[in-house]
């Protein structure tokens, strides 16, 4: 357990790029931007221009689309930050603003604050995750971050958490952090727990009629083991995991099946 009231240590400047799936004018995004800037960070944000939640790590046709719309957002209360909207996914934000096409490239990218925990199998579907693992794949470190749902989230918990993280990213190319935090004051939150991915444990329905499938959410076949993400979050604390980017693993037996399969259908018989 980490303890949340000892003194910060000595953080080096990062250029931060931070962005999101809820678009550039989601509160939770304000508070990441605001956060990263506090703690002394460069920060510049390109993030999407509207909602485009569960775009995983999707990035469309990117270059045979042909170009993507870019504004610039102000936002007066940090003027010194640069606010790109672009009209594109999470993912692919990132690489517009990675590859230096909005000012200079980050050292670091941070993703979120998201509304609602990506906890478990959500890390595969999240836009907020799949925008950190686009990092990955680029060789920055990245931090994923998201806050439970609430009447009126505490963004700005969730935020410090993540700026907290930072230290330890730094450095680290292709580090990925999931963070997930419960949607309490900071000085609530009983420390920061590493947990591990819950497991898929819920029923969903489908109906179909003429031109439609509805899918339809029913609830969990079982509550989630004390380790993972979302029961450590439930229990009041951060939960952070670290999440693999490609990193793929010779399949040397599927080659020698294949290669042995191909071999018999081409036998003679």
Known sequence: MTDLTRPAA???RMRILVTNDDGVEAPGLRALAHALVDAGHDVMVVAPDGERSGAGAGIGRLHRSGPIGWTRVEWPELPGVAVHALATLPAAAVYAGALGGLGPPPDLVASGVNRGLNTGHLVLHSGTVGAALTAAVLGLPAVAVSVGWGDDEHWDTAAALAADAVPWLAGAPGRVLNLNAPNVP??????VRAARLAPFAERWTTETSAGEVVLGYDGHTREPDDDTDLSVVRAGYASVTL???????????AAAAITAQR???AAPR
């Open 186 to 191: 900071l000085a609530k939150v009983r420390g």
């Open 10 to 12: 000595t953080v080096r």
């Open 243 to 253: 999440v693999s980017g490609l990193s793929g693993v010779p399949a040397d037996d």
């Open 263 to 265: 071999a018999a259908q």
